[in-house]
């Protein structure tokens, strides 16, 4: 995969710009870096998917991965925009011609914000094929009701990709049967409501109500009933664009936790030199370069046109885990000072312990490779 040594020269360079003392000001607000998003969508990195003749760089993700890695390895958080990166590819893979023609300019010039991914609902979590959220045909429209959970951005976002029901659960042939994805443009949307959840790190995330939205039929994203393969090919790119971050998280990490290890100056000789600082970091290196390798290999063939929902999967498991281990080693090198806001670990720390468990927790990865990698038993 190529290195894309330029592209992340310049991200280095934009975030130099915004340096811990901004994220940590922010992060105490619970206030959005828009500063940050502008800055990226003036230098054109939120349209690096689009394809030239919309506006776009038309960059692959293996390019896109490289912006997200290096923003996290600045020590910044890329989840304020890295959703218009991999929502985008339901519109450009599955949009109509006339979709995307009235959509994408606008999104590259930076006119419209398209990083609203409405899935998850409160009774079904993970359960995609559960969800209630109603999309009835009425005329030229659609009427919406329902709710979502965990939709990130939402406030800050013009456009929403949206995955609602348009066959009732118990009349579908098959299970993965209708499901509808619309876009849904939440700038004169009556009828929606959004309200803010707090969390232990400053991610934006909400609830939405939807009482009675109306969306045009035109906004139908594919064939009525198919959403939920369209949405499951966009989740692979999501799960293979958070690893990257992840890959970026730990490279702080270990950045932080080795500069610190050499300069600080216990019982005579600086901490670095004992094994026991040693060998936590040595291992966290090693985890992180090793799933480095497999982000790279995800990415590969996701870009070929593969089938990678094991490597996309496997990508986004072992990377998060290497950035929360590597996080755990740089809280235990520095000490109480990685407790301090100040050194910027436990803000960062929080942010990674997310991949965890979203998007798609550790468990539900692990029971996805034991079925279809080998051939196990269905477990839900």
């Given at each position: 995969m190529t290195d894309f040594t330029d592209i992340r020269e310049a991200i280095i360079r934009l975030c130099a710009d915004f340096p811990g003392?901004?994220?940590?000001?922010?992060?105490?607000?619970?206030?959005?870096?828009?500063?940050?998003?502008?800055?990226?969508?003036?230098?054109?990195?939120?349209?690096?998917?689009?394809?030239?003749?919309?506006?776009?760089?038309?960059?692959?993700?293996?390019?896109?991965?490289?912006?997200l890695e290096e923003i996290h390895a600045s020590g910044g958080n890329g989840?304020?925009?890295?959703?218009?990166?991999?929502?985008?590819?339901?519109?450009?893979?599955?949009?109509?011609?006339?979709?995307?023609?009235?959509?994408?300019?606008?999104?590259?010039?930076?006119?419209?914000?398209?990083q609203a991914f409405g899935v998850t609902e409160p009774t079904s979590?993970?359960?995609?094929?559960?969800?209630?959220t109603m999309a009835v045909r009425d005329g030229d429209d659609y009427v919406i009701n329902g709710?979502?959970?965990?939709?990130?951005?939402?406030?800050?976002?013009?456009?929403?990709?949206?995955?609602?029901?348009?066959?009732?659960?118990?009349?579908?042939?098959?299970?993965?049967?209708?499901?509808?994805?619309?876009?849904?443009?939440?700038r004169d949307c009556a009828?929606?409501?959004?309200?803010?959840?707090?969390?232990?790190?400053?991610h934006g995330t909400t609830a939405i109500f939807f009482d009675d939205v109306r969306v045009p039929a035109a906004n139908l994203i594919g064939t009525e009933g198919q959403g939920f393969r369209y949405i499951l090919s966009g989740m692979n790119a999501e799960r293979i664009l958070i690893a990257a971050e992840c890959i970026g998280d730990a490279r702080f990490f270990l950045d932080r936790a080795c500069g610190y290890a050499r300069e600080r100056q216990v019982f005579g000789r600086p901490i670095g030199q004992n094994q026991g600082i040693q060998f936590p970091l040595a291992m966290a290196h090693a985890r992180m370069s090793a799933a480095r390798l497999v982000v790279a290999d995800a990415c590969r063939r996701y870009e070929s046109g593969e089938v990678a929902?094991?490597?996309?999967?496997?990508?986004?498991?072992?990377?998060?885990?290497?950035?929360?281990q590597a996080g755990e080693a740089a809280m235990q090198t520095l000490g109480g000072f990685a407790f301090a806001?100040?050194?910027?670990?436990?803000?960062?720390?929080?942010?990674?312990?997310?991949?965890?468990?979203?998007?798609v927790s550790t468990n539900l990865i692990l029971a996805y490779l034991a079925e279809h990698v080998l051939g196990l038993p269905k477990s839900y």
């Open positions: 003392e901004y994220w940590r000001a922010k992060d105490a607000a619970r206030a959005y870096p828009s500063e940050f998003v502008a800055a990226l969508t003036r230098e054109g990195w939120l349209a690096a998917l689009i394809p030239s003749e919309y506006g776009g760089s038309g960059l692959p993700l293996s390019a896109a991965c490289a912006v989840a304020a925009a890295h959703a218009q990166m991999y929502v985008m590819g339901t519109l450009l893979r599955h949009g109509n011609d006339a979709q995307k023609a009235r959509y994408l300019p606008a999104i590259a010039r930076g006119e419209l914000r398209l979590g993970s359960d995609t094929l559960s969800l209630r709710q979502k959970i965990w939709t990130s951005r939402a406030e800050h976002s013009d456009l929403m990709v949206l995955l609602a029901r348009t066959t009732p659960k118990d009349q579908v042939a098959k299970r993965t049967d209708g499901l509808s994805v619309f876009l849904l443009d939440m009828g929606l409501s959004i309200r803010p959840i707090d969390t232990m790190m400053n929902g094991a490597e996309a999967n496997t990508a986004k498991l072992l990377a998060a885990e290497a950035s929360w806001a100040d050194y910027d670990i436990e803000r960062k720390f929080r942010e990674t312990r997310l991949y965890q468990v979203a998007p």
